[in-house]
């Protein structure tokens, strides 16, 4: 069965510092894809990035940047120069390739910068 | 604009009485699912559809109904609301298969049952 374990509830940071957030994962699946949700206040769920298993480069998108380690089974997500716009729920999720396409969730994590 | 449209936003019943949740999205995805958010558990899948007629359950589907005669359509159904069934829930569509498609969310709804 597939897990994914979002350890940390809630973080707190000052405006402007660096923050990761940890994804770790479960699956006896060899082809799997994962995934970042951001939940803002408002409550919808924006897609932030997807990644496949084969694909083990790094990625970095402005002020953001994930670091997927199969060896570790995690996916793990830092926001650079963090702004009080980054305040928000942080989802990690798996799905596997085919089929029901479902995404398995991790529990969130809730991200506060500070002013 | 590609979009998923759930309605209402927000829904106050109470037990028992039968509720529509709508989902409509504009992407021509063969592919739609249904999941609920709770504090603590994350989100997790009800319902789901590969395509026209074709629909399955999730983790968590006791209580609900679904279908999908539309394809561009897939309406939650209570027929019996309960408390526990209080929640946010939200709709997404996907193309399946496909490297380039991300699963899209509507904006949710929240359901409150007394």
């Known amino acids: 069965a597939q897990k994914v374990t979002q350890a940390q509830t809630e973080i707190s940071v000052v405006e402007k510092e660096d923050v990761t957030l940890d994804c770790v994962y479960e699956?006896?699946?060899?082809?799997?894809?994962l995934f970042w949700y951001k939940q803002p206040p408002s409550g919808e769920l924006v897609f932030l990035i997807r990644r496949n298993s084969f694909d083990e480069q790094n990625e970095i998108s402005g002020r953001y940047s994930w670091n997927f380690q199969k060896s570790t089974s995690s996916f793990n997500f830092t926001i650079t120069a963090s702004q009080v716009v980054d305040s928000a729920v942080y989802f990690c999720a798996l799905s596997e390739d085919f089929g029901n396409e479902k995404l398995t969730f991790g529990t969130g994590t809730r991200l506060t910068i500070i002013p | 604009e590609a979009q998923v449209t759930q309605n209402p936003r927000y829904l106050i019943t109470v037990t028992g009485k039968k509720l529509t949740v709508t989902c409509s999205q504009n992407m021509n995805h063969e592919y739609m699912s249904w999941y609920r958010q709770d504090p603590g558990l994350g989100l997790r899948q009800i319902y789901y559809?590969?395509?026209?007629?074709?629909?399955d359950k999730g983790d968590v589907p006791e209580g609900y109904k679904v279908s999908r005669k539309e394809k561009r359509n897939f309406p939650l159904i209570l027929e019996s609301p309960s408390p526990n069934q209080t929640s946010l829930y939200f709709c997404?569509?996907?193309?399946?298969?496909?490297?380039?498609?991300?699963?899209?969310f509507g904006n949710g709804t929240r359901l409150t049952v007394t």
């Open positions: 559809s590969m395509n026209v007629e074709v629909t």
């Open positions: 997404a569509s996907s193309r399946p298969r496909d490297r380039n498609s991300p699963l899209h």
């Open positions: 699956t006896r699946d060899t082809t799997y894809y």
